[in-house]
């Protein structure tokens, strides 16, 4: 007799499974994406074990699909996540996220004299480094690590 214990999650039918998220990355995810309010269900999995990562997060997102600029914000939190889309419970799409060559009104400039800080002006940043990220703003050309 298997003395393991496993905990089975339910598959969902339509959605996003947000895969291989470093733990510590998983709550910052969740804000990003503002799935506090998603009125569906959302199953967040923190400090799973993961041979790829020591321990990872998962975050099972019903009825819910993502535009490339929340993709765009997944990948700076969470460099090395995948974006799985189910729909009638199968597979459609896997796919490793990446950080793009621009980041559009997705990170804060740090510099408090930013013209981005002062008028109602979208960030946009060019990506340096990508490991580890980067990014130097447009306007003030103050290049930072984001803290997404």
């Known amino acids: 007799m298997d003395n393991k214990k496993e905990l089975i999650v339910s598959a ?8 291989h998220i470093p733990a510590e990355a998983v709550y910052r ?23 790829k990562l020591g321990k990872k997060g998962i975050i ?3 009825n819910r699909y993502f535009a490339q600029n929340e993709i765009d914000k997944i990948a700076v939190a969470a460099p090395s996540a ?12 896997k796919r490793q996220v990446e950080i ?3 980041l559009q009104a997705i990170v804060k400039c740090i510099n ?12 946009r940043f060019t990506v340096i480094d990508k490991q580890p990220l980067k990014i ?13």
């Open 29 to 51: 995810v969740v804000n990003i994406l503002n799935l506090n309010l998603h009125e569906d269900e959302v199953l967040i999995g923190t400090n799973l074990a993961s041979k």
């Open 112 to 123: 408090p004299n930013c013209i981005t800080n002062i008028e109602d002006i979208s960030t």
């Open 12 to 19: 969902i039918e339509n959605g996003t499974v947000i895969d």
């Open 60 to 62: 099972k997102i019903k």
């Open 82 to 93: 995948t974006l799985i889309e189910i729909k009638d419970y199968q597979k459609v799409v």
């Open 136 to 148: 130097k703003c447009h306007y003030c050309e103050k290049t930072q690590e984001p803290l997404a």
């Open 100 to 102: 793009p060559d621009i």
